[in-house]
């Protein structure tokens, strides 16, 4: 007598069983009330947890803009904050799932490491962008840029000198690893925070766009998943689809467009196409001018190749920070995002965003015009 599983509720079910065993009318309506009651449930709470979702997104866009209002010096604020408690997720998930003992030391050493690194990547900016209005400024970073890489690669031996000190004999491979893992952290976080603050330079635009773009692409592709997703994009990430895929990415290629007419409608002092060269000035110079004519020619190119970016590069950001919580068993990086998880939950498909803007900063956008604004400022002859 062949028998199948029909659900949890009923057991092996007879084939077979005669009609006066069991009315077939009752057992289909009881089988169908069922699932549907699952299935309305089910659908409750995912609408609720995508509004959530989509609530905080919005709420964080919002404080996107209020940070952008305060200026470039706000924004690089920002973008160091957000590095840092990216770090403190990251740090703190791999010491959890480790079997790693005196975690107060690797703690300490993590926190060293990122106050190196971070000395020598947002110091070099400063020496390299800094606005000086006298000429004591000038001569104090004149005198003192020489010698930064001295100092950044002494504080690092200290620090590598200190870790190779203290690891055991027994225990070579976890310590190893924890190292690894710490310079990895940083190739993926802080280099992109930096490259964040060198994108700034360059205009906001460049900061405001892929920001934007990316975030709307997540809820899009997020939006599109949950209502047709039927088929795995990849098997690391099980929760994204095709289907979320290719939506978002078309939706978001189409709503770039859009954007970038409305703030080329109302950005009339030109705030987001100017250079910040010097993170606190804004276009007053024939030359900045000049930058912002040539970028405005290209504007709207620009920002379908940042959607293009953001709908088929970014997303993968984000699978391999799906990718490093697997490894380490835990669903998201923190709770500090309702609905997001932690902050680098929200932020991880920004990772790659930022450093292929970069690139395409670098590769196709600085051109003559921008340079010689660029050492027009930098030359200026603070002495008068």
Not at 68 to 80: D, E, K, V, Y
Not at 81 to 109: D, G, H, R
Not at 261 to 287: G, H, M, R, W
Not at 311 to 332: H, L
């Amino acid at each position: 007598m062949q028998k199948f599983v029909l659900s949890e509720e009923f057991s092996k079910i007879n084939h077979n069983i005669k009609d006066e065993e069991m009315n077939p009318n009752a057992y289909i309506r009881n089988l169908l009330s069922k699932h549907i009651y699952r299935s309305f449930t089910l659908t409750l709470t995912d609408y609720l947890e995508f509004i959530l979702r989509v609530f905080m997104g919005i709420f964080l866009l919002l404080l996107l803009y209020i940070v952008f209002i305060f200026g470039p010096i706000s924004i690089a604020i920002g973008a160091l904050a957000v590095e840092t408690i990216c770090f403190l997720e990251v740090i703190n998930i791999y010491l959890n799932t480790t079997k790693l003992q005196s975690k107060w030391f690797f703690k300490s050493l993590a926190a060293y490491f990122y106050l190196v690194i971070n000395y020598f990547l947002f110091v070099s900016l400063i020496i390299d962008k800094s606005a000086c209005i006298d000429k004591v400024c000038y001569m104090l970073f004149d005198y003192y840029s020489p010698y930064h890489i001295n100092i950044s690669f002494i504080t690092y031996l200290i620090g590598f000198i200190c870790f190779i000190i203290n690891i055991p004999i027994d225990n070579t491979v976890d310590y190893l690893l924890f190292f690894s893992c710490l310079h990895t952290i940083f190739i993926v976080i802080s280099i992109p925070a930096h490259l964040a603050i060198v994108n700034l330079l360059y205009g906001r635009l460049w900061i405001l766009i892929p920001l934007l773009l990316t975030n709307i692409n997540d809820i899009l592709a997020y939006t599109f998943g949950k209502l047709f997703g039927k088929t795995p994009l990849i098997k690391i990430s099980p929760k994204k689809t095709w289907e979320g895929f290719i939506g978002g990415a078309v939706f978001t290629v189409i709503l770039a467009h859009f954007i970038a007419k409305f703030i080329a409608k109302y950005d009339l002092e030109n705030s987001f196409f100017c250079p910040e060269t010097e993170l606190n000035e804004k276009c007053i110079s024939v030359q900045d001018e000049l930058v912002v004519a040539a970028l405005k020619d290209q504007y709207y190119m620009h920002v379908i190749v940042m959607s293009l970016l953001a709908s088929f590069i970014a997303p993968f950001g984000g699978i391999f920070a799906s990718a490093f919580k697997r490894a380490c068993r835990v669903k998201n990086f923190s709770n500090i995002v309702p609905g997001h998880g932690g902050l680098l939950d929200r932020y991880d498909c920004q990772i790659v965003m930022i450093v292929c803007v970069n690139v395409y900063i670098r590769t196709f956008v600085r051109d003559d015009a921008a340079e010689f604004a660029y050492l027009s400022r930098k030359h200026v002859n603070f002495w008068t």
